[in-house]
């Protein structure tokens, strides 16, 4: 018995030795490592480029400038006067005669910023000129025609008391007609001896009946064929302020309202109103200021440029 028993626990061990042997020798599974959770990295933020105002740098006196004011602008300014905005954000400003030597544009964004640009502007000299042979009343004005010149001037600042929004001169302007340069801007004018005010256009002289055409796309404001000084008289609106005049006029071709494109014809050349011959005079004008219509021609088209700063202009050979 006690034989028997000693078998069956030595069988209970090789059995259980046998087992253990099994188990050491079954390979075990390999687990993959732990993966570590790493946060993704934020992507790199550039800071957002500061709003400019996009503008030529300096001027001449009687310049005009296109500009580009900043995305999300309000109102922008010339030296803190309002100046018209078109809806992409363009606009012009205009530098009169006797502009100082520095101005300043400032543009007032959405969120209360205001951003500011400084134009230099470049002093310009200017000549003297003599005109003989006027009509004595054109020079200076007799009782009797003084109300009829102030209803001429009432109807003048109303043809430009609201300026269009529309900018007629995004694709540049060209010279309203062909002529020889007898006047030009800014000259101190001494006529029939008496000290007066500076001429503020161009005048270009050929003969009566020579056409005048639209200098850039626009709309009549004024067509008056009898104006004491200026005879024939046309007003374009070419939008955001600025506006061509022709005087003098033997014929007028267009009238108020009319709706233009550049190079249409608008009259012809003539010796009506204040004139010793046949001429045309262009005068421009931004707002309030009288600007160098010679300066105008070859007025770039900022369409599609991303609001790259328009140059000075330049003046046409004469």
């Not at 007609?177 to 001896?193: D, F, H, K, P, Q």
Request: with cysteine.
């Amino acid at each position: 018995m006690a034989r028997a028993r000693l078998a069956s626990h030595a069988a209970r061990l090789l059995a259980l030795g046998m087992l253990t042997t099994l188990a050491a020798c079954t390979p075990r599974p390999v687990l993959p490592p732990p993966q570590s959770v790493i946060a993704p990295e934020s992507p790199l933020r550039k800071p957002a480029p500061s709003p400019e105002i996009a503008i030529a740098e300096e001027a001449v006196q009687g310049a005009v400038l296109i500009g580009r004011a900043p995305v999300g602008t309000t109102t922008i300014t010339l030296d803190g006067k309002a100046v018209p905005l078109a809806a992409d954000g363009r606009f012009l400003v205009g530098f009169g005669r006797d502009a100082g030597p520095r101005s300043v544009v400032a543009a007032t964004l959405a969120d209360g910023t205001v951003v500011s640009r400084p134009v230099r502007v470049i002093p310009r000299v200017y000549d003297e000129q003599r005109v003989e042979g006027l009509p004595p009343a054109t020079v200076t004005l007799p009782p009797a025609l003084k109300a009829r010149r102030a209803a001429e001037v009432a109807k003048m600042v109303a043809a430009r008391a609201k300026p269009s929004p529309e900018i007629g001169w995004t694709h540049g302007f060209i010279l309203p007609t062909a002529g020889r340069v007898t006047g030009v801007y800014g000259s101190r004018r001494i006529r029939n001896g008496v000290p007066g005010s500076p001429h503020n256009g161009l005048d270009l002289a050929n003969v009566t009946g020579t056409p005048v055409v639209a200098p850039a796309d626009g709309i009549v404001r004024l067509a008056e064929p009898d104006f004491l000084l200026e005879g024939g008289l046309v007003i374009i609106d070419h939008g955001l302020g600025l506006y061509s005049a022709f005087l003098h006029l033997s014929r007028l071709d267009v009238a108020t309202g009319d709706r233009l494109l550049r190079g249409q014809q608008v009259g012809a050349i003539g010796a009506t109103g204040r004139a010793t011959g046949p001429h045309l005079h262009w005068g421009a004008r931004w707002g309030e200021t009288f600007v160098d219509p010679a300066l105008l021609p070859g007025l770039p088209d900022l369409g599609g440029t991303g609001g790259a700063p328009a140059p000075v202009l330049t003046t046409p050979t004469q």
